[in-house]
C-alpha cells in the first residue's frame, strides 16, 4: 500500500497503471495468506476457506484486466465489462460461503439451493449491469452502476455478517469474522471509491482499493485469533440466522428479477419462477427433514419412556414402573373386593450365583420372571414386576387373600419344576412369598402395605423358605 500511495502522489502519465500494479500485488499477496491459511484449516472448513481464495482471485482477474486496460487508457475507463463480470463472479463466491453449511446431509442440499438461488441473482445482476453499460441509458450508467455496486457489496457483508452472528463454532466464527470485516470494509471502500472518482479527477481514491485487502491480509497473517471469544450465539439467534438467510437471499433475487423486466420481460419471469421454486423446494426439503425428526423423536421418546419404567434383563416393570401403578390404583380406589400385593424373594440367589455363576443368575431370574408372567397374564388386571435384585412384586387388584395365595402358588410350583437350561435337571429354584391383602374402604399408604408384604415374606423365610404367607389388612 505504501507503494500505491507513492504512485498516486507522484502522478505521472502512468499513475494509474502503477497503481493498479499495487493493487493487484496487494491481492496476490492476500491469496498467497489465504491459501496458507486454508492448508491450516481443519478438513469441514477447507471449503469455506477454498470460496474465500476464489473470491480473491477473482478480484484479482479484475484488477489485472483494469491493469491491462490502463496501459492504453491512462486516464482509465470509467466501467470495464469484463472487470465488472469478475467483481460479480468474486461477491458470489462470498454469498456462497455464507451459505454454505455441511452439517447434515439434508442441511448440505438446502445450501445447495441457496447457492443456486445466489447463482441465479448474481446472473441477474450482470444482465442488469450489462443493459446499463450498452443500453439507452447507458449515457446516465455512472450513478446508477454506483448504485447497483453498493446493492451488492452491501448485501454481500449483511449475508456474511447474519452468518457470523449465527456461527457456534469457534474455527467457524474465525473465518466468518474474516470474511465479515473483509466485506464490510470492501463495500464502504468501493463505495466511497466509486463516488469520488465521478466527482473528482484526483487518483487519492485508488488508495482505497488496496484497503480490504490489506485489512483481510492483516487479519490473515494472525496465527490464533479467535473473534468474539466470549461470544456464544443464543438457539433462538442461531434459528434466526438459518431462517432470515434463504428468505433475504430469496428476496433480492425477485428484487433483481423484478428490475430486469425493463430489460428483457420473458427472462425476469422466468427468474422470479426459478427463484421461487428453489425457495419452495428448499422449504419442503427442510419440512421434511424436520417432520421426519419429529418422527424419529417420538420414537425414540417411546423408547427412553419404556426403558425408564421396564427392567433390562426380564423386560419386567422396574420399581418406578410399579410405584406408578400402585400410586394408580390407590388414586382409582376402585377394588370393593379388595387388593393383593404379593412380593417375592427367590431363595439362596447369593448362593446360586455363586456355585453356577452370574450368567446362570440371569438366566434364573428371567425364569422366574416367565413365570410369574404366564399368571399374570391369567389374571385380569394383574402387574408383575421386578422390585430389585432377585425380588418380584406381583400386584392383584380386586383379587382377594386366597385367589391371590392360589395364583402365587401355582406360579412357586412351576418355577420350581422346570429350571432353566443349561442347568443341570435337579437343579430346583424356590422362592418365598409374602402376600398382603387390604380389605375396606380405607387403604393404608403404599410404603405401609409394602412394609407388611416385606414383613410376610420374612415370615415366609423363617417357616422354612419355598413358601408362600398371607395376611389380610382390614381397614374402616
Known amino acids: 500500500m505504501a507503494g500505491q500511495c507513492i504512485a498516486v502522489l507522484w502522478a505521472t502519465e502512468n499513475t494509474l497503471f502503477h497503481s493498479y500494479v499495487a493493487v493487484v500485488t496487494t491481492v496476490a499477496l492476500a491469496i498467497l495468506l489465504c491459501a496458507r491459511r486454508m492448508s491450516l484449516a481443519v478438513k469441514h472448513n477447507r471449503p469455506l476457506w477454498a470460496l ?94 454506483t448504485r447497483l455496486f453498493d446493492a451488492l457489496d452491501g448485501f454481500v457483508a449483511a449475508i456474511v455478517l447474519l452468518r457470523f452472528l449465527g456461527t457456534r463454532r469457534a474455527d ?13 470494509t470492501d463495500a464502504i471502500a468501493a463505495a466511497v471509491h466509486n463516488r469520488l472518482v465521478v466527482a473528482t479527477d484526483s487518483y487519492l481514491p485508488e488508495l482505497l482499493l488496496t484497503l480490504p485487502m490489506v485489512v483481510v491480509g492483516m487479519l490473515l497473517s494472525r496465527r490464533k485469533a479467535i473473534w468474539l471469544r466470549g461470544f456464544r450465539p443464543s438457539l433462538l439467534q442461531r434459528r434466526l440466522s438459518r431462517m432470515v438467510r434463504p428468505f433475504a437471499l430469496s428476496l433480492a433475487t425477485c428484487f433483481v428479477a423484478l428490475a430486469t423486466a425493463h430489460v428483457d420481460k420473458t427472462l425476469a419471469i422466468r427468474a422470479l419462477v426459478a427463484a421461487l421454486t428453489l425457495f419452495a423446494g428448499r422449504n419442503a426439503l427442510v419440512v421434511w427433514y424436520h417432520l ?15 426403558a425408564a419404567v421396564h427392567d433390562p434383563l426380564t423386560g419386567l416393570l422396574n420399581r418406578r414402573g410399579l410405584f ?15 387388593f393383593s400385593i404379593a412380593m417375592i424373594d427367590v431363595d439362596h440367589f447369593k448362593r446360586f450365583n455363586d456355585e453356577y455363576g452370574h450368567q446362570a443368575g440371569d ?27 432377585e425380588e418380584f412384586v406381583l400386584l392383584f387388584p380386586g383379587v382377594t387373600l386366597e385367589s391371590a395365595l392360589l395364583h402365587v402358588e401355582r406360579a412357586r410350583i412351576e418355577v420350581a419344576l422346570a429350571p432353566p437350561s443349561p442347568l443341570p435337571p435337579d437343579t430346583r429354584i424356590t422362592f418365598s412369598a409374602g402376600l398382603v391383602t387390604v380389605e375396606g374402604g380405607r387403604w393404608p399408604p403404599i410404603d405401609e402395605l409394602l412394609r407388611q408384604a416385606d414383613s410376610a415374606v420374612y415370615a415366609a423365610k423363617a417357616e422354612g423358605r419355598d413358601r408362600s404367607v398371607g395376611a389380610a389388612l382390614v381397614t374402616a
Open 172 to 184: 467457524e466464527r474465525r473465518f466468518f469474522g474474516v470474511v465479515a470485516a473483509f466485506t464490510v
Open 324 to 338: 406408578h401403578i400402585l400410586q394408580r390404583e390407590y388414586d382409582a380406589a376402585r377394588h370393593p373386593a379388595g
Open 52 to 145: 474465500l481464495l476464489a473470491s480473491l482471485a477473482a478480484k484479482g482477474v479484475a484488477f489485472t484486466l483494469l491493469l491491462i486496460d490502463s496501459t492504453h487508457h491512462s486516464e482509465g475507463t470509467l466501467v470495464m465489462v469484463d472487470p465488472s463480470f469478475w467483481f460479480c463472479v468474486a461477491g458470489w463466491f462470498l454469498i456462497a460461503a455464507a451459505s454454505f453449511d455441511a452439517a447434515t446431509p439434508t442441511v448440505r442440499w438446502a445450501s445447495l439451493g441457496d447457492i443456486l438461488t445466489s447463482i441465479l441473482s448474481v446472473g441477474l445482476f450482470y444482465v442488469l449491469l450489462r443493459a446499463a453499460i450498452e443500453g439507452p441509458m447507458a449515457a446516465d450508467s455512472a450513478v446508477f452502476l
Open 363 to 389: 438366566r434364573c431370574l428371567v425364569h422366574v420372571a416367565r413365570s410369574l408372567t404366564q399368571i399374570a397374564d391369567a389374571v385380569p388386571s394383574c402387574v408383575v414386576s421386578r422390585y430389585g435384585g
Open 292 to 306: 421426519s425428526a419429529e418422527d424419529q423423536m417420538r420414537v425414540l421418546r417411546r423408547r427412553l419412556q419404556h
